[in-house]
């Protein structure tokens, strides 16, 4: 009985380690071309198209609502002891650091990362990328590695982005709705915004974060088993590896970044 | 220049502990259209991939073209399917892309000619396999048989030496059915190609090939001209031919004596 168990857990352990072993190797043969930009330019271009730019609704109202829902929920404890006026930095230091990298990536990899292994399982399932691979093309230089790029140029930018919208959801709900002194909400925000410390680690999270969902939601779908049932389980479950992974990741960043 | 293009030496193939084949050897002629034959699930499919390089053998040799497939590295591989080409039954089509750009997708990746010279040869291709008029359109506006046919003019882009076909013929209408077979014969005659169909509508088959192997149980059963198979001696050979429910190939799946399951039941 215990053996059996442990034999379960042994296979198990063997299988994940086996799936990070091929995920790294899929990573290694997308990224280790010399890129021909003559090619490899349009391709990018048309992925940061699909995986950015197309993302950039969600991105937007999401950064918005945080943005307001945090400065209503600020202002209520921050206006028990008259420091409405430090609504400006929690707001900001909220985002920069911790909602806008967690929540792009948490929605990025709902919009653009299940879309992106159901597409890549879907090729496999349909016999494009054999049929790549026929034809003398690379579908890991063709196929994977713009996409991967794409990801990870676009997913900081959408953070920002993020963070940005969101500071003007909380002036608009802070200061427009609520009366927050406008120049007050401003000043404060100057005065306790890092660069280094909070914009740039907010940035370094991202790019974390990116490279993590992007290769997670790549390798989930160039992985799938290609039948209907098996690009389904895919794609959930680079939604729920990658929103875990981001999670975790985020704790050890903080940790490392704001921890001591 | 050897006549033979496609020589398999010895082949042995596992998927796990599945022996798919033990021991086998077959040669295509150069300039000729082979077929190879056998029941479902006898792994005519992996063969293909094996000459295509995208499976490893167990043992033995697939030279192409006095290469040998499986020793070469990654560089060579990727140089050496430049001369081949596989049609496979789905068709394969890129679905983001049009026909047109199907077809100039392997010029556009291995040369760097003109955008009105590429032009010339797709519509050539198109021509060739009477889908100049959807040159527009999208893989999933295309009938089963035209996508076929798309993805046979893509095939044959960049001029192969060597064109693999899978089940070409599998759930084709009559027509499509007729325009492939004509297009297989047409084109390997027309481009000086060596083809491989593998196949098994039988009928469609032995009209268009040269040389015929019947593959099952892990090996080559029987080969030889379509007349000379006809008459092989061999059962199963003729099982597969006349297409006989029972013989070697047994209707029924392996299972316990029937009368005594019956029984067990009413007991």
């Known amino acids: 009985m215990i053996v059996d168990k442990l034999q379960q857990l042994g296979q198990h352990s063997i299988a994940k380690i086996q799936g990070m072993g091929r995920a790294t190797i899929m990573l290694f043969g997308a990224l280790i071309a010399w890129p021909t930009p003559r090619k490899s330019f349009p391709l990018l271009l048309k992925q940061l198209y699909v995986v950015g730019v197309l993302s950039l609704l969600i991105i937007l109202v999401s950064g918005l609502f945080i943005g307001m829902v945090l400065a209503l929920q600020g202002y209520t404890v921050l206006s028990k002891f008259g420091a409405e006026q430090m609504l400006g930095p929690l707001v900001a230091l909220s985002l920069l650091r911790e909602l806008g990298p967690v929540v792009t990536a948490l929605l990025f990899a709902g919009r653009a990362g299940s879309a992106l292994t159901a597409e890549i399982g879907l090729m496999k399932a349909t016999e494009q990328l054999s049929g790549m691979e026929m034809m003398a093309v690379d579908p890991l230089r063709r196929i994977i590695a713009p996409r991967f790029w794409a990801g990870v140029i676009s997913m900081p930018l959408l953070a920002m982005i993020f963070t940005a919208v969101g500071i003007l959801g909380g002036h608009l709900v802070g200061v427009d709705w609520l009366g927050v002194d406008g120049g007050g909400y401003w000043s404060a925000m100057q005065a306790n915004v890092d660069f280094q410390q909070d914009i740039l680690n907010g940035v370094i999270k991202s790019a974390v974060f990116a490279l993590i969902v992007t290769w997670i939601a790549l390798h989930k779908g160039f992985d799938a088993v290609p039948t209907s049932e098996g690009i389904s389980q895919a794609t959930t479950q680079t939604v729920v590896t990658s929103s875990l992974a981001v999670l975790g990741f985020d704790f050890i960043l903080t940790a490392v970044m704001f921890g001591g | ?267």
């Open chain 2, 1 to 267: 220049m050897s006549d033979i293009l496609v020589d398999i030496q010895h082949l042995t193939f596992k998927r796990g502990d599945r022996v798919i084949y033990d021991d086998m050897s077959m040669q295509f002629q150069r300039g000729k259209v082979t077929a190879i034959m056998g029941p479902s699930g006898i792994g005519k499919t992996t063969l293909l991939r094996l000459i295509g390089g995208q499976l490893k053998p167990e043992q033995g040799k697939i030279l192409v073209d006095g290469q040998d497939i499986p020793q070469l590295n990654r560089k060579d591989l990727y140089k050496a399917r430049q001369k081949m080409s596989m049609l496979f039954q789905s068709g394969a089509m890129f679905s983001d892309m049009s026909v047109y750009d199907n077809v100039a997708f392997p010029i556009r990746e291995h040369t760097r000619l003109p955008e009105e010279l590429i032009r010339l040869m797709v519509l050539m291709k198109l021509e060739a396999v009477g889908l100049r008029g959807a040159r527009d359109l999208m893989p999933a506006e295309l009938s089963g048989g035209m996508a076929r046919r798309a993805a046979l003019a893509r095939a044959i882009a960049l001029d192969p030496q060597l064109i693999l076909y899978d089940e070409p013929f599998a759930g084709q209408d009559p027509i499509s059915m007729g325009v492939i077979v004509r297009l297989i014969r047409s084109l390997n005659n027309a481009l000086g190609l060596t083809s491989v169909v593998v196949s098994h509508d039988v009928n469609e088959v032995m009209s268009i090939a040269d040389y015929v192997y019947v593959v099952a149980e892990q090996k080559v059963i029987g080969q030889g001209t379509p007349d000379e198979l006809r008459s092989h001696p061999s059962a199963l050979v003729q099982q597969f031919l006349q297409g006989q429910s029972d013989g070697p190939v047994p209707f029924h799946f392996k299972a316990a004596s029937y009368s005594a399951e019956l029984m067990e039941l009413a007991k």
